[in-house]
């Protein structure tokens, strides 16, 4: 069985999509249609940058979601038996399987940006990745810390992000690291996939139910549940509970894995994915 899989955040880059433009008419088109929907020219923070303006989310989203679903739909026999994006590649995965539009897509994409951006304005929070320890150990102390920390993504054994507040970040990460954990903190200024995304998952759950989504045509492997979904009313469901739910990524893929997927292929800016998927496959 085929997979494919749809990055999120952070595999951005400048340049990205031009190659693109240049190369395909259908391709052209749809970037064109995005920048009329957008009013702006998404064209040139993608191909030009600067890196800056780039990786700020409202903007970063928006690139990743349109360069992935572009890629998807002029991809040669693209007829996927199942699919997962990890975090804002779930929009992508959706699009590119006709759940709904691209360019419904892309407004909720839009909305939804806009929306983790002013939170990330507005209150100090961060993300960092934890190497070399296990998953129960690093949420053993999220849970004794003070302050809002959580685990936020599940990317592969022995890699878990985690998000909240930036005080409590650095107390934990400072603990983590005592007991021999190696960090990484990710050059974002939100704490996404925590508590601190609820103002902008209540108003993202009345925006979603103003769109008309279809019955998936293969399995979905949410990033919530990590399990097979295909009726819009889950669909929407978990796409609004993903704002403060963790990623469980190496669950979904070992979930593909156990129901049959033996090819995958990663859709979007980068190999982010292909690389995660190496240590899951192994461990």
Not at 12 to 23: A, R
Not at 98 to 104: G, I, K, L, N, P
Request: aromatic share 10%; net charge positive; charged share 20%.
């Amino acid at each position: 069985m085929k997979a494919y899989l749809f990055p999120g955040q952070g595999s951005q880059f400048v340049g990205m999509g031009k190659n693109l433009y240049k190369n395909s008419d259908f391709a052209k088109k749809l970037f064109r249609l995005s920048e009329e929907i957008l009013g702006f020219k998404m064209t040139s923070i993608m191909f030009e940058g600067p890196m800056d303006q780039l990786k700020k989310t409202k903007y970063t989203q928006l690139a990743v979601y349109i360069y992935s679903v572009i890629k998807a739909k002029i991809l040669m026999n693209f007829n996927p038996d199942m699919v997962a994006g990890h975090s804002l590649g779930e929009f992508s995965a959706l699009a590119a399987i006709d759940v709904f539009s691209f360019e419904d897509g892309l407004i909720l994409v839009n909305e939804r940006a806009s929306m983790m951006q002013k939170i990330c304005e507005s209150v100090h929070g961060g993300m960092a990745v934890v190497f070399g320890l296990e998953d129960h150990i690093i949420e053993d102390f999220c849970k004794r810390d003070k302050g809002i920390i959580v685990p936020s993504n599940y990317n592969s054994p022995g890699q878990l992000v985690i998000s909240g507040e930036m005080a409590a970040l650095k107390r934990v990460c400072f603990s983590l690291k005592k007991i021999g954990a190696k960090i990484l903190t990710l050059p974002v200024h939100g704490a996404f996939h925590s508590p601190i995304m609820e103002p902008a998952k209540k108003k993202l759950k009345i925006f979603v139910e103003k769109f008309s989504f279809k019955d998936s045509k293969c399995s979905i492997y949410h990033n919530v549940t990590s399990t097979p979904i295909k009726k819009c009313n889950d669909i929407k469901k978990n796409l609004i509970e993903q704002l403060t739910s963790p990623v469980k990524w190496k669950q979904s893929i070992k979930n593909m894995i156990l129901d049959g997927a033996i090819s995958f292929t990663e859709v979007g800016p980068g190999n982010i994915l292909q690389n995660l998927m190496k240590k899951i496959s192994i461990n």
